[in-house]
């Protein structure tokens, strides 16, 4: 996992929580330390660790916590990839281009990084299909980005964000219709 995600989660849990909260679920998770590096990458299990100390100290499911997070990350993605947002793109179009223009920058830029592959599939003029695939298991944090963008792009209330399957799936499948 990228450190920039781990310290966005950070801040996620401070914002949320407090500090304090951060420190100690971090203990909890078993990590030597509760300060990560922007540009380096972690093992998985450090995240997974995190998530499922959180989801145990809150009670809230590990899945509903990703998806939160997933919201609360938005602003922070589009401030660093705004360069590749082109004009008068709305949720739909954002969701469309994600994997060519974000994920293919991530690639490209951070070696050693592996963001999920979307397969974005338009169904109708106000439907998308998304298929999220990625060993990590995490399409709840996606279901929550695409809220996030929702909000993002001020159509919330117009946007309706279903998955389809089980959100900690190697693969899974999210419908993203316009109302």
Do not use: C
């Not at 922070?76 to 793109?89: E, N, S, T």
């Not at 281009?97 to 690639?107: I, K, L, S």
């Not at 003029?125 to 709840?140: H, Q, T």
């Not at 963008?149 to 159509?155: C, S």
Request: proline share 4%; no cysteine; glycine share 6%.
């Amino acid at each position: 996992m990228h450190g920039s995600i781990i310290n966005l989660l950070k801040r996620f849990v401070q914002t949320q929580y407090d500090h304090s909260t951060w420190l100690r679920l971090v203990e909890l998770s078993g990590l030597s330390s509760a300060d990560f590096e922007m540009n380096e990458v972690y093992p998985d299990a450090h995240m997974y660790a995190l998530v499922g100390q959180a989801a145990l100290m809150t009670g809230i499911p590990a899945e509903r916590l990703q998806e939160k997070f997933g919201e609360f990350l938005v602003p922070d993605l589009m401030l660093v990839y705004k360069r590749y947002v082109q004009p008068g793109w709305d949720t739909l179009a954002m969701i469309e281009n994600t994997e060519e223009a974000m994920h293919g920058a991530v690639r490209r830029d951070a070696p050693g990084t592996r963001p999920p592959t979307l397969h974005v599939t338009r169904l109708t003029d106000k439907e998308l299909e998304v298929r999220y695939e990625s060993e990590r298991r995490m399409g709840a944090l996606a279901v929550g980005i695409i809220r996030g963008l929702a909000v993002y792009f001020d159509e919330a209330d117009e946007i309706e964000v279903e998955p389809l399957t089980r959100e900690n799936e190697e693969q899974v499948i999210i419908r993203v219709r316009r109302r």
